[in-house]
C-alpha cells in the first residue's frame, strides 16, 4: 500500500528537531530535568528560525462537545511537528501511544519522543509518523525503521 509521503517542509523541521537535540544533549549531557531540556531544545529551534510553542494547550471535541483542557503538547514546532520530551531512565510504551493519540487528535503526521536521559542521544529519539489513506505509524530508531499498523 502506498502512503502520502512527508512534505519538505515537515521533513526540513524534522532535520532541524534531531540537529538541535543533538546539540541540546552534547552541551547539557543527560541527568537533568525534562523542564531544561524543553526550554534548551525550543532556544535552539528559535535559534534557526523556527517557530516554537512551548507547553500548548489545545481543546479536543469529544461526543460533539469541546473540552479546552484536552491536550498538552510539550513543543509544537512551525504547527507541523510535535515533540514529547522525556528526561527518564526507561521509556514507557505508553508515551509513544500517547504522542499517536497526539497526532490523531491535532491532525499533523510527524512526532518526536526524544528521551534526553541516555548517553548516547541517537538512542533517545524516536521518529511517529502517522500515515495517510491508512492510520498506521513508522517508528524510527535512526538506525532502523519499524512500521506499526494501528488496530
Not at 494547550?57 to 509544537?76: K, T, W
Not at 521509556?91 to 512526532?111: C, D, E, F, Y
Not at 526524544?114 to 513508522?138: A, Y
Request: with cysteine; charged share 25%; glycine share 6%.
Amino acid at each position: 500500500m502506498e502512503f502520502k509521503p512527508l512534505s519538505g517542509r515537515e521533513e526540513e523541521i524534522a532535520s532541524a528537531i534531531v540537529e538541535a537535540a543533538y546539540a541540546v544533549h552534547k552541551q547539557l549531557g543527560p541527568g537533568l530535568l525534562e523542564r531544561i531540556y524543553e526550554v534548551c531544545l525550543c532556544h535552539e529551534l528559535s535559534k534557526r528560525g523556527y517557530h516554537v510553542e512551548r507547553q500548548l494547550d489545545l481543546p479536543i471535541s469529544y461526543d460533539g462537545i469541546a473540552f479546552d483542557e484536552g491536550l498538552r503538547l510539550d513543543v509544537l514546532v512551525e504547527n507541523l511537528v510535535i515533540c514529547e520530551l522525556k528526561a527518564v531512565d526507561e521509556m514507557n510504551p505508553v508515551w509513544q501511544a500517547q504522542l499517536l493519540s497526539h497526532l490523531k487528535l491535532t491532525g499533523k503526521r510527524l512526532g518526536f519522543l526524544i528521551n534526553f536521559n541516555v548517553p548516547l542521544i541517537k538512542d533517545g529519539i524516536r521518529r511517529l509518523i502517522l500515515q495517510i489513506p491508512c492510520v498506521s505509524v513508522t517508528l524510527w530508531l535512526l538506525n532502523e525503521f519499524i512500521v506499526v499498523k494501528d488496530p
